[in-house]
């Protein structure tokens, strides 16, 4: 079964550092993976998504991501920090199910939190 | 483009009450997902559906259920309430008939369940 693990629930950097927030798979098949951010009570927005065209992925707002198979890793990384990154952070596989079809399976998520 | 929109924003039940709540996709979508997310369970997949058929179903109990009209606006009723439903329930829709990794899916800004 398809799984992603977030580490660390909490990251904090300062304004202008480089963000990294982790994520690591599981799949024994090619996974499709995602970034999602959520700000405070609002719903999901897609940052970014590996769909096997290449190993670097770029997203919205600044952000990247590099596909490692060898380290079955999915890290989201962004060079500089802004106040306005301060969000939830979720990565996402997906997966299929008995009916053939896809669904989202979600880390738990990663709080970052950018001080001035 | 309007995106997806959830109503209500919040709401507020008590133990054994049922509870409906409405989610209007994105106009030409035709999936309809559904998402609970709370701090212990993070964010989990209910179902999905997909030109007024279900097509995916998470691992919830059967007072979880859901449906889907014409004008691809869903419904999810959640009956005979439990402390436990109190959740943000998120939806997300997309077109629906190629691949999560090929489309995009959008996500409301949730419906959030205080159970009392």
């Known amino acids: 079964a398809q799984s992603v693990t977030q580490l660390g629930s909490h990251v904090s950097v300062s304004e202008g550092a480089l963000v990294l927030l982790r994520c690591n798979y599981s799949?024994?098949?090619?996974?499709?993976l995602f970034w999602y951010v959520q700000y405070p009570n609002q719903g999901l927005q897609l940052l970014l998504k590996?769909?096997?065209?290449?190993?670097l992925v770029k997203g919205i707002n600044g952000f990247e991501a590099e596909f490692k198979k060898s380290e079955t890793s999915f890290h989201l990384t962004k060079p500089s920090a802004h106040m306005s990154d301060a969000a939830e952070y979720f990565c996402?596989?997906?997966?299929?199910?008995?009916?053939?079809?896809?669904?989202?399976?979600f880390g738990t998520g990663t709080r970052l939190l950018v001080s001035p | 483009k309007a995106g997806v929109t959830q109503t209500p924003r919040y709401l507020i039940k008590t133990r054994g009450q049922q509870v409906t709540l409405s989610c209007s996709p994105i106009?030409?979508?035709?999936?309809v997902s559904w998402y609970q997310q709370t701090p212990g369970q993070g964010l989990q997949f209910l179902f999905e559906?997909?030109?007024?058929?279900?097509?995916n179903k998470g691992n919830f109990p059967g007072r979880f259920s859901g449906r889907q009209f014409s004008n691809s606006r869903s419904e999810m009723n959640v009956s005979t309430l439990e402390l436990g439903d109190s959740a943000l329930y998120l939806c997300?829709?997309?077109?629906?008939?190629?691949?999560?990794?090929?489309?995009?899916?959008?996500f409301g800004p949730g419906t959030r369940l205080l159970v009392l």
């Open positions: 996402a596989v997906s997966a299929r199910m008995n009916t053939g079809f896809q669904k989202l399976v």
């Open positions: 106009s030409g979508h035709r999936s």
């Open positions: 590996y769909t096997s065209a290449a190993t």
């Open positions: 997300a829709s997309r077109r629906g008939q190629g691949t999560l990794e090929g489309e995009t899916q959008y």
């Open positions: 559906y997909f030109s007024e058929t279900q097509r």
């Open positions: 799949s024994s098949v090619p996974p499709y």
